[in-house]
């Protein structure tokens, strides 16, 4: 893969596609106009591998037709030219199509690259139930005597067993037929588990109300269980609608999340792209040791075949791959849906709330208390919200959250009185320390002046503040509860020995992203019977962040 830094392959992605070409039903030569169509600007905008439909070429709703021996050579006949016209692309692409081999038809999935027939797939399992009858037209892949078929003039591996690998020992394609994902333990499993990071599908699926969704849901489940990329096309517009409805539904998904879905629907071709984090793939498949262990359980032998060779990059290709076809939000904790967020918000407080109320409760009855510094700013308030809602959880007096406010050189006299506010109104018991004298004696004990405005003027505050809350853990017999974050931990963005240190850090594992919804979410379900505590946090979040061990501008906070 290439090295350019601005290139996103560089970085372990690959780009996939998902294509839905309108279909003229038993005519293949036309067809290939039709897959042409929306092949050709996936492979613009750079994609690797593009997926087609179930029984493209032809249509699935053929029906008797794929008895016809003038389909079943047209149909050849078209994977030719379409083989040829796409000779030049280092893109390949998975299409349906029918297939007589060993005096059986079989409903295939051909993977082609660079004019060359990589692998012949067979449909595993046939549905026989409700509008589907394809025992009627097609033998099943057990049903086959070779293992290989000639094809366009070219040797092919033919088989329901067939990895397909590229130059990128992290893409692994694995190709399947529709009901072949629907069955209770899917090809599409095993191949993961002999390594396949890329399940495509090709599918029809007419439409019924209601199945969209199941479909994203099972497919979703399967690249989330299997981590990997699952792709999804299904046929389109031009299928004959005389007993069944399609409505072209394509998608991608990875480690079950939705990257990009097509429009439904459409009476034209269309398709989708979406960058695949490969390396993220392969990562979670290493940390993940039951993955392995399940692996072993399923010792299948599986034949490979090869991805030609490295793909150039192409002038009109050249710059393709310096964006992104992938969403990269900057609130990854944050669901853009209110309804979720709420949902989101509320599992967060109460995973929170049942930690800290098992820790409380692993402690002796007189020790059933906690201590937290509040400064008035959204991590502390976040996490006094929780103590409070742990004690009425547990039946326990607000009054076992000590909450200290303890204003240094930095505190602006906004965020002092909400800390004030907030402790009195959620009914903590009021602690306050004037930490200033004690930091002082600390420079006088050091010989550092008070005007040098530097790390140890910040961080003596910063200890002075723990060890206030050290002291009085142990004077009222309680817990200190840390109120740093998760991006604070991350990034290095906190004091050793000062709000890095607690007995239990409540806000450890969450980010800060998602605080100030928490917040916003506490305020209006938890506390929404409690106008006064509402009214405080609402004014908190309008506060600008910061750690105040600076003195104020002009009274504003300085940093």
Known sequence: MPNNFLDIRTHGFVRMAVVVPRVLVGDPHENVKHHLDVLEPAYRAGSYYALCPELSLTGYTCADLFHSQAL?????????????????WEMG???????????????VAVTCVQGRILSVV??????????????????????AQSDTVTLCGQTVPFGPDILIRTDDTRVVIYPTICEDDWVPVPPSARAALAGATILANLSASNVVIGKAKYREDLILASSGRNEAAHLYAAAGFGESTMDTVWDGHAFITERGYMLARTERFRTDGTYVTADIDVEALVRERGVQGSFRQNAMDYKDAWRSVTWPAEPKDTPQLSTEHHTFHRHITSHPFVPMNPDERDERCHEVFMIQ????ATK?????????????????GQDSTHALNVA??????????????????????????????????????????????????????VFADIEHSEDMKNLVYEN????????????????????????????????????????????????AGIPKTLISYLITWTAEVVFKEEKEVHDVLMDILDTPISPELLPPKEGEIAH
């Not at 409700?130 to 037209?137: D, K």
Request: charge should be negative; proline fraction near 4%.
């Open 353 to 356: 709330s049942s930690g800290l």
């Open 388 to 441: 409070v809602h742990t004690m009425d959880l547990l039946d326990l007096p607000r009054s076992h959250v000590v909450a200290m406010t303890m204003p240094g050189f930095g505190t602006t006299n906004r965020t002092y009185d909400n800390a004030c506010a907030l402790i009195r109104a959620v009914g903590a018991t009021f602690h306050e320390i004037d930490i200033k004298p004690a930091v002082r004696q």
């Open 360 to 376: 409380l409760l692993s402690l002796p009855e007189d020790t059933r208390k906690v201590i937290i510094g509040v400064s008035g």
């Open 122 to 143: 067979p449909k595993t399992y046939l549905p026989q139930y409700r509008e589907f009858y394809e025992a009627r037209y097609f033998a099943r892949a057990a049903e």
């Open 93 to 107: 692409f998975s299409i349906g199509m029918p297939l007589q081999i060993d005096h059986a038809v079989f409903n």
């Open 460 to 507: 003596t505050q910063a200890w002075t503040r723990k060890l206030e809350e050290m002291a009085t853990a142990a004077k009222v017999k309680g817990i200190v509860l840390g109120t740093g974050d998760l991006s604070e931990l991350a990034l290095g963005w906190c004091t050793m020995f000062g709000d890095h240190a607690s007995h239990y850090g409540i806000n």
């Open 72 to 88: 079943l050579e047209g149909a050849v006949e078209a994977l030719a030219g379409l083989l040829e016209a796409t000779a030049s």
